[in-house]
């Protein structure tokens, strides 16, 4: 049993009640770690069909704590600055605040800055901040303290290990810092206490939408470098609608809303994120599953299950099409696949339309790398088509035959329900049938993620969804040569010229060719194969709404505009359905 832990020590000024934020936190750690249920009808205690007030349509508000339950990996990080994957962005999400949010149609929306001002070059940016942003501990929030979260991200490990860097790299005195020839970057300054200006040394349209990442969201100093055995990574403090009260290892962390949250409380007094220990269906599954109980507000859904759900009177099915790419990950600088050869064998052999036909819910075949809906997408086709006896060749060539057969290697992925597996399944079949022998072996996201960064594993698969609405949200980020989310370990200058090329550019014609050449060139390479564009299929039980997705998915999920109360049909109509 471990002992409850505090997520931070508090310093509260005068309009903060000590013991009273105590007392409120107490119960609701205990309404959470009861885990109080939204039952479907018929499934409560005493309860008889037909008599229940969910059967006649009409569920009641809550009257206790509402609490939200979802069932998600467990987060690799609760920094901010060291966030690269979308389970640790959904918890970070509600901690924390960047400068900008993003509406649901992925435009530049105030966040902690209610307004700003853009130079007509382009280059300038002035953000006025909100007056009266407090973080966790109570502390004022001010302009100096981006600075210091900005300036943070370029620092080691954040620069290498974290993604927000690569998408500032813009800023004026950025490259005079890194190399350790300044001190600070010269154009991120505080012009007072409710002003930040950061400079150019570009144009770079995108620099909102940067900067509405959560790993540019504003950290507070004295938490971040505190010594003790209170790690920030672990104990964040943030300034957003909820903050961390209580986590159990690796299975479970809960969030207290926020009272005094700038935008306005939320309606939820607080989240449990669940991770299963010891899940052999994956995380999705057993949240389908608890949803189906009524033991989760809220889950994502594999596709095996989702029959099982669509009819049912008290779940609603919300899908949207997220900016992502699921692909088969190669690391180049393991043998054999540091021939490209052999690489160009394995996505000939793979059978993608097969593999897409068995469970076709949801998805659309891979054309390239740039999903439909992202600038620079083209519908033209650049993947390899499924030839086994051209892989045949190609391995022959590269000295691979009956008598010398290609050696077997392993395929690392996350546990996975069946719907997955069984797709991984034929994926296999149809390898071997061009002698290439592929073992599966499923491991925990943290094991995968940490397989994967290290640049351990021969093969993997990967979802990548994007961060903004750019195509260097995927071509730099996975394939620049000294990008930090490089898994395969490729390198080519000719597509490192062209990134630079289109980043540097202002004109957006000669930018998408730039992006479309660099596509080419990393498909034909192949050091991954381009699977699937995908949905996302979510259940709510139906007295939850508020729900506003957006492409970028599920990790940017606004939890502080849920609400948990009446049967939604009786009060708003159904949202997002299709």
Sequence with gaps: MVPRRRAFDGQFDGQFSPVAITAALVLIIVAALATPRLRAPGHGPGSKAGVTEAERGGLTPHSGPQVFRYFS?????????????????????????????????????????????????????????????????????QASDFVYSL????????????????????????????????KGIRGIRALDRYRLEIKLSRPYGALLSALALDQASVV??????????????????????????????????????????????????????????GSADGVDT????????????????????????????????????????????????????????????????????????????????????????????????RTYPHDPAAALRL????????????????????????????????????????GIRVKLKYVSWAALDSIITGRRAQLFGLAW???????????????????????????DRRVDSLLDVAQRTADPGARMDAYRAVETRVVQAAPLVPLFHSSTFVGLREEVSGLEVNPLGISTLAMEKLRIGKSVRTREPRQALR
């Excluded at 010398?404 to 034929?426: F, G, I, Y």
């Design 73 to 141: 990996e467990q987060p690799g990080t609760l920094d901010p600055a060291l966030a690269s994957d979308a389970y640790s962005s959904i918890v970070i999400a509600q901690i924390f605040s960047p400068l900008v949010g993003l509406t649901s149609d992925l435009e530049p929306v105030p966040q902690v800055a209610e307004s700003w001002t853009i130079s007509r070059d382009g280059l300038v940016y002035v953000f006025h901040l909100h007056r009266g942003v407090r973080f966790h501990n109570g502390r004022e929030v």
């Design 151 to 182: 300036t943070r991200l370029f620092k080691q490990p954040f620069r290498s290990q974290g993604l927000a860097a690569g998408y500032l790299d813009a800023i004026v005195g950025v490259p005079e810092f890194v190399s350790g020839r300044s």
């Design 220 to 277: 507070p100093k004295e938490c971040v470098e505190a010594k003790g055995n209170r790690p920030f990574a672990q104990y964040p403090v943030g300034c957003g609608p909820f903050r961390l009260i209580y986590r159990h290892e690796d299975q479970r962390l809960v969030l207290a809303s926020n009272p005094y949250y700038f935008l306005g409380k939320p309606a939820i007094d607080s989240i449990v994120f669940y991770t299963p220990k």
């Design 286 to 381: 057993d949240g389908a599953k608890a949803l189906l109980r009524g033991d989760a507000a809220m889950a994502n859904l594999p596709l095996n299950l989702l029959d099982q759900l669509k009819g049912r009177p008290n779940i609603r099915i919300v899908r949207w099409q997220d900016l992502s790419l699921s692909f088969i990950g190669m690391n180049v600088g393991k043998p054999p696949l540091n021939d490209a050869r052999v690489r160009r064998a394995i996505a000939l052999a793979i059978g993608r339309e097969e593999m897409l036909n068995l469970w076709p819910a949801g998805k659309v075949l891979s054309q390239g790398i740039l999903p439909p809906g992202l600038p620079g997408y083209s519908p033209g086709k």
């Design 395 to 434: 391995l022959a060539s590269a000295g691979f035959g009956p008598s010398h057969p290609l050696p077997p290697m392993t395929l690392w992925k996350s546990t996975a329900n069946q719907s997955v597996r069984e797709v991984d399944s034929l994926m296999v079949m149809t390898l071997a049938d061009a």
């Design 465 to 491: 969804v994007a961060d903004i609405p750019d195509p260097d949200t995927f071509l730099r980020s996975l394939f620049y040569s000294s990008s930090g989310t490089n898994y395969f370990r490729y390198s």
